[in-house]
């Protein structure tokens, strides 16, 4: 069964960085995109972005332009988020999840908390 | 970037009863690329429909979708008690995808 395991939560400072992982399995992993969506305390969904598995090209939200990087690792079938500059209003969950048009698989969520 | 408004914010539903949700769309959504999810406490979106009207894989016939261009509806048919939920629209008819707020599916 097609199964996306995120990272374990992370506290991080204000102006530091932090790199999620996923970790895709159940399906040939070059085959679909993985997008990126996050949900703020109490807040809805927000999408950040999605990156091409097959050629790496990459889609990001207009408001994490020069923040954000997506990656993968083909070697291991991960996806990888990672966002600079943290501010308190990134304290979110972070999601992964497959495909770039609707999601129909996500990862279990990723919580990142941003303290001053 | 296309907006996304749901109605109503909060909708209250006896279990048994039907409801319909609402998802209106700043410009029209080409393609009736529009995807509904379900968001329960704790637990990361599920998805129900793609394409405005097709149901994913295992989602029951109570959910439908209908719509096109900018007025979009979510209707449960009959709720159960697991259907009261947080319910989202997405479009992915720009290369910017949107989500709509949410609306809220509580217990009458």
């Known amino acids: 069964q097609v199964r996306l395991v995120q990272s374990g939560a992370e506290v991080k400072k204000s102006g530091a960085s932090v790199k999620v992982s996923c970790t895709a399995s159940?399906?040939?992993?070059?085959?679909?995109?993985i997008t990126w969506v996050r949900q703020a305390p109490g807040q809805g969904l927000e999408w950040m972005g999605w990156?091409?598995?097959?050629?790496?090209?990459?889609n990001y939200a207009q408001s994490l332009q020069g923040r954000v990087t997506m990656t993968t690792d083909t070697s291991t079938s991960t996806a990888y988020m990672e966002l600079r500059s943290l501010r308190s209003d990134d304290t979110a969950v972070y999601y992964c999840?497959?495909?770039?048009?609707?999601?129909?698989?996500w990862g279990q969520g990723t919580l990142v908390t941003v303290s001053s | 970037e296309i907006v996304l408004t749901q109605s109503p914010g909060t909708l209250s539903v006896s279990p048994g009863e039907g409801a319909t949700l609402s998802c209106r769309a700043s410009?029209?959504?080409?393609?009736?690329?529009l995807a509904w999810y379900q968001q329960k406490p704790g637990q990361a979106p599920r998805l129900l429909i793609y394409?405005?009207?097709t149901r994913a894989t295992g989602i029951p016939d109570r959910f439908s979708g209908s719509g096109s261009g900018t007025d979009f509806t979510l209707t449960i048919s009959r709720l159960e008690p697991e259907d009261f939920a947080v319910y989202y629209c997405?479009?992915?008819?720009?290369?910017?995808?949107?989500f709509g707020p949410g609306t809220k599916v509580d217990i009458k």
């Open positions: 999840a497959r495909r770039t048009d609707f999601a129909d698989y």
């Open positions: 159940g399906y040939p992993f070059a085959t679909y995109s």
């Open positions: 990156i091409s598995v097959y050629n790496g090209i990459t």
């Open positions: 410009q029209s959504v080409s393609s009736s690329y």
């Open positions: 394409g405005a009207s």
């Open positions: 997405q479009q992915y008819g720009d290369s910017r995808r949107t």
